[in-house]
């Protein structure tokens, strides 16, 4: 099962020129996308109505759709962090 990423950025009110990085358990990290780049984003939280195993990118996975983002196919997603765009 998932949600869009998109609904749970909407959760912090980002600005669509705002920038996130999202950080595996490994400690690896994407690129800054902006936050309209990653709409089409999924994050997979459970397979059959079970925590999605680590074996398959659990506990969190995000997949984009083929060549939309930078931010395709992270495994054990961590945490998502947003970057304020430069009101200047």
Known sequence: AAVTLAEVLALTYPSPDDQLVLVATDGLTTAPVRVSEAEGALLVHSLAQEPLPDAQGGPFRV????????????????????LAADPG
């Open 63 to 82: 997949l984009t759709p083929k060549g939309q983002s930078s931010c395709a196919n992270v495994k054990g997603l961590a945490r998502v962090v947003i």
